[in-house]
T-cell receptor, first 116, second 111 residues
Framework: KAGVTQTPRYLIKTRGQQVTLSCSPI?????VSWYQQTPGQGLQFLFE???????NKGNFPGRFSGRQFSNSRSEMNVSTLELGDSALYLC???????????????FGQGTRLTVV | GNSVTQMEGPVTLSEEAFLTINCTYT??????LFWYVQYPGEGLQLLLK?????DKGSNKGFEATYRKETTSFHLEKGSVQVSDSAVYFC??????????FGTGTRLTVIP
């Protein structure tokens, strides 16, 4: 079956602009979570959506937002971009989170955002 | 709070050498623990996991044992291959999908 698809793979934006990233989870998966990966801060959790509702949220400013559609596809939006937002943004999908012995999160290849 | 402390890299080993990457954690309760691997240009892949104390996760020759008494989850492999070259992340689970990651350890295996 198809894996997690993130689009676009690469993006260059200017400071002050806004950007929308997309994540299509594995078919049948209802949980999508987003992570930011930077050399300085490593991998940090942004938020998780399940059945179109935000279920968990990390410690990021309100400029970072997301949503999930009825087909489980998710988008992440960053407004008023700053240079420090340059990062690899990863999304992960799972059936219903990764609690339990058999559950697993599958990651996409990420979107590399560069803010200039 | 929840955090993961991972051995600093990079680590360079010769093929067939023994690998250990240290990982310790701080968490409330009894978190599930994971090792993820990231190959160049790719996302993260789950390597192995353990959901309770004394569990041993294993996959592709890699092993890690959940040690509650030392709050550790060290990754080991008896004989590394060039194809194991990647970045390895230790992580703990908080909530449904909120993974707390270590800083990652880059492993390079030379022939």
């Amino acid at each position: 079956k198809a894996g997690v698809t993130q689009t676009p793979r690469y993006l260059i934006k200017t400071r002050g602009q806004q950007v929308t990233l997309s994540c299509s989870p594995i078919s049948g998966h209802r949980s999508v979570s987003w992570y930011q990966q930077t050399p300085g801060q490593g991998l940090q959790f942004l938020f998780e959506y399940f059945s179109e509702t935000q279920r968990n949220k990390g410690n990021f400013p309100g400029r970072f937002s997301g949503r999930q559609f009825s087909n489980s596809r998710s988008e992440m939006n960053v407004s008023t971009l700053e240079l420090g937002d340059s990062a690899l943004y990863l999304c992960a999908s799972s059936l219903d989170g990764i609690r339990g012995n058999k559950a697993e999160a599958f990651f996409g290849q990420g979107t590399r955002l560069t803010v200039v | 709070g929840n955090s993961v402390t991972q051995m600093e890299g990079p680590v360079t080993l010769s093929e067939e050498a023994f690998l250990t990457i240290n990982c310790t954690y701080t968490a409330t309760g009894y978190p599930s623990l994971f090792w993820y691997v990231q190959y160049p240009g790719e996302g993260l892949q789950l390597l192995l996991k353990a959901t309770k104390a004394d569990d041993k996760g294993s996959n592709k020759g890699f092993e890690a044992t959940y040690r509650k008494e030392t709050t550790s989850f060290h990754l080991e492999k008896g004989s590394v291959q060039v194809s194991d070259s990647a970045v390895y992340f230790c992580a703990l689970l908080k909530g449904a999908n909120n993974l707390f990651f270590g800083t990652g350890t880059r492993l390079t295996v030379i022939p």
